[in-house]
């Protein structure tokens, strides 16, 4: 890999929020190094694309991650039960991945401080402590679900479980212990570039790309195993492992961790552009792979795991078809482990002022890597006990991670209208239209998710009913926010933000910002979404437990 540096001078720059020192200094990226000092306008295209190099690597790295071990289930599942007919969800995403990454890694430039601290210093202890609670649990059991996927591809390459496990633990916790931010990213993106290995695959299954364009500008609810109310859970699944709580945790703390500030966030937006081209024609190459390996087959409809999906595309494309496919699961699995073991870490040095960097050795930051490696070596050893529920592990993760999004992005939301923390950056009328949007699917999916686990046998029409009275309450809830609105007479866009000088703005040291003040609107609806996520959180959980012992 190339290095390409780029050097001027200029003042230092002003105080900031930013809490640890080791998150200032050089950009020492993967692909290049750009000088603390620098801010040279970058004319010509040689320039810029030089820039791009030494800044790519926060948007790729959560994106390709993305497409981790349960994304591979989720995706799988949708072609093999189903063909290309859900492949329409991919492009409805797009938008939804853009937006919620583009707040983040704004929120984590301009102000120098992580996700889960922002939400602890803006919404104080109580909202801060569920937070990282629900975050620290949901990224465990997703780490359990990337060793599934280690042992499945390990399986079927004829490689022996234990060790493969051990190995890869190994490789996880070493990549990390380096006490180099470059080392790392170069191994995370050596790692992202393997995930290209199912751009060969396609060509050897060789789905027809007529249907699948036309699939993917088409929604269409096919018909297929258990029902219109399968389908409707199945595209929960989809979005719930493509727009996952951790990824916002990790840009953001990973923007700040590579040093990135507003003056490059024009490459760090194409830097996460790159990042969804790939995560969603992979996620298509798989489904389109699985839809053409099983159609006509008597496993077409019948879904098991990521395994019997090798097996299905090495019978149908031969045998190099099922090791590429194979490859790759193991290379998602690693790459999903590296982000969301590192998502935690950083979560948990926020909260507790642990010294939290890549930058730094393990002697200069031992809190940090004993919650990474203790992540890592943890969900290794659930995957080697005997007997563990593995399956029902990985359906957990799927249904939590579903349930529990809304609060996520309710906190990015209010974090990108708050003018303390994001001055000039934050969000216009436009960008918090789209996100309330967003926000409220994603309560009528968790609500959905949440009665469809309770209630295995819920029909389409009763799925159909929920969503009807999740989009009445939006209604209402629209229509009493625009009272309120002509009762005080504020303007429809809000006031007015001043974008100037915004490259050079950064949020001021956490101790100067005025406290937030929420209106009762808004700790009403906090406190009625946290009380629905706890209690959906809790039923599933029991509900999962009483299956666990059933079996």
Request: hydrophobic share 50%; net charge positive.
């Amino acid at each position: 890999m190339t290095e390409t540096t780029v050097r001027t001078t200029a003042p230092a720059p002003p105080s900031t929020a930013v809490l640890d020192d080791a998150h200032t200094g050089d950009i020492r990226g993967a692909l290049g190094t750009i000088r603390h000092d620098d801010t040279a306008p970058r004319r010509g295209l040689p320039a810029k694309l030089k820039t791009l190099l030494a800044i790519a690597g926060p948007g790729l790295i959560v994106m390709v991650g993305d497409n981790d071990a349960g994304a591979f289930t989720t995706y799988g599942q949708a072609g093999q039960n189903y063909g290309t007919h859900l492949l329409w969800t991919l492009l409805l995403l797009v938008p939804v991945l853009y937006v919620n990454q583009e707040m983040v890694l704004r929120l984590g430039a301009v102000t120098g401080v992580g996700h889960a601290r922002l939400i602890l210093e803006r919404f104080g202890k109580f909202w801060g402590a569920f937070s990282v609670i629900d975050l620290f649990l949901l990224n465990a059991l997703t780490l359990v679900t990337e060793f599934i996927g280690i042992t499945l591809a390990a399986g079927y390459l004829g490689l022996p479980k234990v060790g493969a496990v051990l190995l890869a633990a190994a490789v996880i916790i070493a990549s990390a212990f380096t006490g180099s931010f470059r080392r790392f990213e170069r191994i995370a993106i050596a790692l992202c570039a393997a995930s290209l290995l199912l751009v060969p695959l396609y060509f050897l299954v060789h789905p027809s790309t007529g249907q699948m364009a036309h699939d993917f500008v088409v929604p269409h609810l096919p018909d297929g195993p258990g029902g219109p109310s399968a389908v409707l859970l199945l595209i929960i699944g989809i979005v719930g492992t493509t727009v996952a709580p951790w990824q916002l945790f990790f840009q953001q703390s990973y923007v700040i961790d590579k040093r990135i500030t507003p003056r490059f966030m024009g490459y760090e937006k194409a830097d996460l552009w790159i990042g969804i081209a790939i995560v969603v024609l992979g996620a298509a190459a798989l489904m389109g792979c699985t839809a053409a390996a099983f159609a006509g087959t008597a496993g077409a409809g019948a879904f098991t795991d990521t395994a019997g999906i090798a097996h299905g595309l090495a019978a149908h494309a031969g045998k190099l078809a099922g090791v590429l496919f194979a490859i790759a699961l193991l290379d998602a699995s690693i790459i999903g482990a590296f982000a969301v073991s590192l998502s935690t870490a950083y979560a948990i040095g926020d909260v507790f002022g642990i010294r939290h960097s890549l930058h730094r050795g393990v002697g200069g930051a031992k809190g940090f890597y004993a919650v990474y490696a203790g992540l890592v070596a943890a969900a290794a050893t659930i995957v080697l006990l005997p007997g563990a529920p593995l399956g029902l592990l990985t359906e957990g993760v799927q249904t939590l991670a579903g349930v529990l999004l809304p609060s996520a992005s309710v906190f990015l939301l209010l974090l990108c209208n708050d003018r303390a923390v994001l001055g000039p950056w934050v969000n216009g009328p436009r960008t918090n239209a789209f996100t309330a949007a967003v926000v409220g699917v994603l309560v009528t999916l968790s609500v959905i998710l949440t009665a469809a686990v309770l209630f295995p046998d819920i029909d389409a029409g009763s799925i159909l009913t929920l969503m009807a009275g999740c989009g009445a309450a939006g209604v209402l809830a629209l229509g009493y926010a625009e009272l309120r609105r002509r009762r005080k007479g504020w303007a429809r866009g809000g006031r007015p933000v001043d974008r100037t000088g915004r490259d050079d703005w950064r949020m001021p040291p956490l101790e100067r910002l005025p406290r937030p003040v929420l209106s009762t609107g808004h700790k009403i609806g906090l406190t009625a979404l946290r009380t629905y996520l706890l209690l959906a959180m809790v039923l599933v959980v029991v509900k999962l437990v009483e299956v666990a012992l059933a079996q």
